[in-house]
């Protein structure tokens, strides 16, 4: 998906060498348990084009998805779209050829709809077919969508594109059984359920793809043809042919979804600040601050914090030492000077963060000696993998033993 809501981590570098330089920023992935409900039309729902965009209902995908094949002219086509910025590659010639397509033997048709809610905003992934006369094949393809103001629009804000890429490929029966995590008499699958499944047992649509991918450069094609669209696969197969009134298959289920971190940074104290006592002054300093719940009658020294936003909340991770012991705390935000301490959420983050040292953020983008471990947990685009962070750490421990905490 694409590229509009990037979230900065603002990491504070003073090394020249590094390719990221003081208070620059870098994006942060992480992985989020989602509850979505997968749609399976078995006979494909038809949709027809229409020649005005009156006759379209909007609060639906099918409505979206109708205007998205019926747009006869570049406004009509800039209006599907809830990033004003998008640009339309579909040139006069296209339009006019829509204007004299023949209705009957040219339309769309949706096969799955995948929707979710992510932070209060409704979600759908797409996936439909092109059915045109002159092409002896249906031309499939995967939308990402969005729902405000019960209008439904094309949305790419949640740079979600590797799960689009899941979703084009597969069989959606193929899907269905990887979601659902069984598979009946069918070994193959139940293995690769088995390899793409998360600690809480369930999809993990970013190793689904992984695995993917890694059959593609390795040109497995046996795997591959075990898992992906037969339309991909087999030579004039023939799919159930669309009709109008199709009702899908419903499923409820759940999946971990990665996303971007938003409004976030990492902090390491500096030594004129990173003393907590308890007197006036620093309560006066803190006040309003996540670092005020930590002030009570034992002194603490301050290490660093790593604040985030999700799901309309900010938290903070902050270590902090007393009694020559490290710990870790992670604060909510309840209002504009309140913090409360939460237990329950992070508990991976909140241990990571409490057994690294601040360094090992600053050398991952300076130190040539962890060159490989930065290849691993950020990728092409700069984008920093926060639990593939975790787990490279925990299976490299006596590597990094200079950058851990007992």
Not at 217 to 225: A, D, P, S, V
């Amino acid at each position: 998906m694409k590229k509009y809501l990037t979230v900065m981590l603002i990491l504070f570098f003073y090394n020249a060498f590094s390719q990221f330089q003081k208070d620059e920023g870098i994006t942060v992935r992480f992985n989020k348990e989602i509850e979505a409900t997968y749609s399976i039309y078995k006979t494909p729902i038809r949709i027809n084009q229409v020649k005005l965009k009156s006759e379209i209902d909007y609060s639906t995908n099918e409505g979206l998805i109708q205007s998205f094949f019926s747009a006869s002219n570049r406004e009509w086509a800039f209006s599907d779209y809830i990033d004003k910025r998008q640009k339309i590659v579909r040139d006069e010639e296209h339009f006019k050829a829509v204007s004299k397509r023949d209705v009957f033997n040219n339309y769309i048709q949706i096969e799955t709809i995948y929707y979710y809610n992510y932070e209060g905003r409704n979600m759908a992934f797409v996936k439909y077919s092109f059915i045109i006369d002159k092409i002896p094949f249906p031309l499939t393809g995967v939308l990402s969508t969005e729902k405000v103001n019960n209008k439904w629009y094309i949305s790419d804000l949640l740079n979600q594109r590797y799960i689009t890429n899941v979703f084009s490929k597969l069989e959606p029966s193929i899907l269905l059984e990887l979601l659902k995590g069984k598979s009946d008499n069918n070994k193959f699958i139940n293995e690769l359920i088995e390899e793409t499944r998360n600690e809480k047992n369930i999809l993990d649509f970013k190793k689904l793809n992984n695995l993917l991918q890694n059959w593609e450069e390795k040109e497995e094609t046996e795997k591959l043809h075990k898992v992906k669209d037969k339309r991909l696969v087999l030579e004039n197969f023939k799919s159930p042919k669309a009709i109008i009134n199709s009702i899908p298959q419903i499923y409820k289920i759940k999946s971990s979804q990665s996303f971007i971190l938003e409004k976030c940074f990492f902090l390491k104290y500096s030594s004129s600040e990173n003393k907590l006592i308890d007197n006036e002054k620093t309560k006066k300093n803190y006040k309003g601050k996540p670092e005020f719940n930590l002030v009570s009658t034992d002194e603490k020294t301050l290490v660093h914090k790593f604040v985030f936003e999700d799901n309309n909340s900010i938290y903070s991770i902050i270590k902090y030492g007393v009694n020559n012991v490290y710990k870790a705390i992670l604060l909510k935000k309840l209002n504009g000077t309140t913090y409360k301490e939460v237990t329950n959420e992070y508990l991976d983050w909140v241990n990571f963060f409490r057994r690294i040292k601040s360094e090992l953020f600053y050398d991952l983008y300076t130190n040539e000696n962890l060159i490989e471990l930065k290849n691993q947990i950020i990728n092409d685009e700069r984008i920093l993998d926060i639990d593939k962070f975790i787990e490279v750490v925990n299976k490299n421990e006596l590597l990094l033993s200079d950058y851990i905490d007992k």
